[in-house]
């Protein structure tokens, strides 16, 4: 935070600021984190009561600033919002406690009436929910289902991975992770609304100074972003994807479903493509799973629309080395953004129907296009964006949530594939293990399928989520991406016998 005259405020990043302008009824930028724990025994639980619940969560406020501080917008947009703390964290408009009696339905409908709703961005952008009482989906003993929800203006996927070592460490490991990180309540006092407007009006000439230099010294590198160069990096993705049932408006209904599968599958159909990685296994199991669930009721009149292939929205974290290259090079991850990704668009090439095909060439999409994020020319151009003023992302916004989608539109993506690792360390909570971890990723206008894997240890863990008018059971699907991930393990099996006896 910074020091002003009247109190302390932090600007926010054009990046991080798109998050919040992007925000209307049917896209809601949210992050959801599920948490499956044990039910604790013989010790009284943290989620015993509302009381109990918040008190442990008050123990936790400094895991980080996102919890102590909420958004202030400049007025008439001026300039970009600030973040400011806030004097107390009303902890009961923040942290809830659910009882659910039932099977994994009944909690899997609690879960989802959590994510489907927006976050009040008049208060901190977070809250926190327990549900007791209800079994996970392999029906075993009773669990406790944490659920964190933050907007996506405060953190990336990467960046609530790295809370969660706070909030579900004991608590003599907890005090030493959290450090400084965060403030407790009350110890910082925010700047006076005039002093950042103050601020915001000053600062609005030079920002449209500094937008119209960087769109002259950029002007070159829209041009060639577009077009390969000499290192091989790819063109810019087609925008003429064909509309599916997936890319209409969002009606604000939410489903999902969650599936698991060994580590050691996804690492074994790797052998059926050279260079391929365990995304890349990923990414065309979902775009068999597609191209299996669209072709059910064609005819043959559809089999020319068939052969047009899909693509992902794929996040690619400006954290991560590229390991294709030997880790040799770092992806410029900007200036002081909460969110250090870039939303990349990889060809799924549902029009290959074969497994082994499938995966070498989205293994090559793949890599073509984080090539392309990786050549400076790219992200030059999109550090325009990065530049850009606040009115300017309040009118992109605004005539984004006035957009329409029709059937005869067509799209640059059809679906969302993320891929995050499970929480690290031993996270507890009140002395119980945690069993597994998921996401729920909230649909939105045009895309009304997303999927999201976590990576622990030893399994992948998929959670599909969707308009409930888009897909009804989205556990059926999910065992079509499953059934998709087994051919091919049978195809990295047949792959390596190739290999080890080359006769065959």
Known sequence: MRRGITGDFESMS??????????????????????IFEAPSG???????????RAWMEARLAAAPLFTRR?????????????????????????HLHHVNGDWPALRGAIGTVAASPIDLARPPWELHALTGARFVDGQHPVTAVVLKVHHSAADGMAVRAMESALFASMGTHSEVAGDSGSRNGTRRSAHPLETAARAAAQAPVRAFRFARRLRTTS?????????SRQDCAAAPRRNRPMTPFNAPATGGL??????????????????APGATVNDVLLTAVGGALRRHLAVGRTAADDQERQESLAALVPISLRLRDTRSGGSRNLDAGGGSANQLVLGTVD???????????????????????????????????????AAPAWLLAIRGWVRSHSSVSATSTVLRNTMVSNLPAPSGESEFDGTLLRTAFGVLPVVDGDRLRHLFTTSTDRITLCVSADDDALAVPADYATLVLEEIDALVAAGRVAQNRVSDPGL
């Open 14 to 35: 054009s990046r991080d600021a798109v998050y919040l302008y992007d925000e209307h009824p049917r896209h809601h930028e949210t992050i959801i984190a599920c948490y």
């Open 43 to 53: 010790v009284p639980p943290s989620c015993s009561s509302p009381a109990a619940l």
């Open 71 to 95: 958004v202030r917008f400049a007025p008439l947009h001026l300039d970009l919002p600030v973040w400011v703390p806030v004097a107390e964290v009303d902890l009961a408009a923040h942290v």
């Open 220 to 228: 070159s590198d829209v041009e060639d972003a577009g077009t390969p």
């Open 255 to 272: 489903v999902f479903d969650v599936a698991s599968f060994p580590l050691a599958d996804a690492a074994a159909a790797r052998a059926a």
């Open 348 to 386: 799924l090439r549902t029009d290959i129907a074969e497994p082994a095909a499938r995966l070498a060439a989205v293994t090559a999409a793949s890599a073509a296009e984080k090539s392309r994020w990786m050549d400076p020319r790219t992200r030059n151009a999109r550090s325009r964006m990065d």
